[in-house]
């Protein structure tokens, strides 16, 4: 018999550029030391404001906060969310509801691309699992983040760096959950205000990256970029990525960024094919304040997290800083597991279980 569930029908010292000068290395023996990775370090400003962002709040949990075998925060209004292009979600949905209402969970299933609908719910939970790939992780981390809900992904994708549980791990994984055997991993993300002249276009926040690039036209856009107030660099080309670390393995992967661990709160930039302008990647420090000026002749895009758009004019403007706003993971793997699926997903031929 079918549990009884809600269900919704709707489906930021110094600051520091780094360079890493070769790209193609063993993770897994990797020398982060600057002498043997020849790392070019160069300090960005003469003056260096008092870090602040390391500091605990009586709000905030530590980037990561282990508890003793099931002293975690307790976790009873848990919701999913399917997947409304996977069929087979919608009964894993129901089977994880079957097997945790009866460990005392309170269920509510709705569509991971029903925006308002988990919107209505969310500030109610405990705990939201997403089933599906990083996508659907990303949707829920941006609604799910202003309230502390905690995030968990049943991966049924193609990637799934974001994603904690395989789909045929569940049954074992997820009464641990409730038992409070995890812990907690928060993941900076940034905001992204655009401006065009003294209107504000709208206001966004993102775990992955926010971008700035061309539209529909194959041509350059320039990018006018400043760090905290102060000249960059110009950037010819097709865009530039402002990423976070856990955007380190997306875009700005595929852009030929570097991979960082996922829980630095580091602020990456990335130019998308330059041309004849600055072509290496830039670490910044989550305190800083990135402006970026679109000029072209064309229209430009900025998108966030590449699920949501804003078309930019000439002179429009894009300011990204770290968001109030952290998303909250529960792991139930070692953080040695995020090399371990690196791995697996950049060299598939080697992948072990």
Known sequence: MKPHVRQ????????????????????????????ANKAIIASTLEKARPATVDKPSA???????????GHAPE???V?????PRIIESHKLAEDIAAELQPLG????????????AIRAEVAQLDLLITLGGDGSLLRAARISAPHGVLLLGVNLGRVGFLTEVKRDEWQSSLPH????????????M?????RRGEDVLGVHDALNDVVMGRGNLARVVRVHTHIDGDHLTQYVADGLIVSTATGSTAYALAAGGPILPPTLKNILLIPI???????RAVVLDQGATVEMRAVTDHRALLTVDGQSEVMLMDGDRVTVRASPHVARFVRTHSPAHFYRTLMARLRPSERTE
Not at 105 to 116: K, P, R
Not at 190 to 194: Q, T
Not at 273 to 279: G, T
């Open 75 to 77: 976790l009873r209004r």
């Open 8 to 35: 919704h029908a709707a489906d930021y010292t110094p600051r520091l550029l780094i360079r890493v000068v070769h790209s193609t290395f063993d993770i897994r023996n990797f020398d982060w030391t600057v002498t």
């Open 177 to 188: 959950v409730l038992a409070g055997r995890y812990r907690i991993e928060e993941r900076l």
């Open 190 to 194: 940034l905001r992204a205000e655009s």
């Open 105 to 116: 969970a309170q269920i509510w299933i709705g569509s991971g691309w029903d925006e308002d």
């Open 59 to 69: 709000t905030h949990t530590p980037p990561e906060q282990d508890f003793a075998a």
């Open 79 to 83: 919701g999913i969310l399917h997947h």
């Open 273 to 279: 094919a330059p041309h004849l302008s600055m072509d």
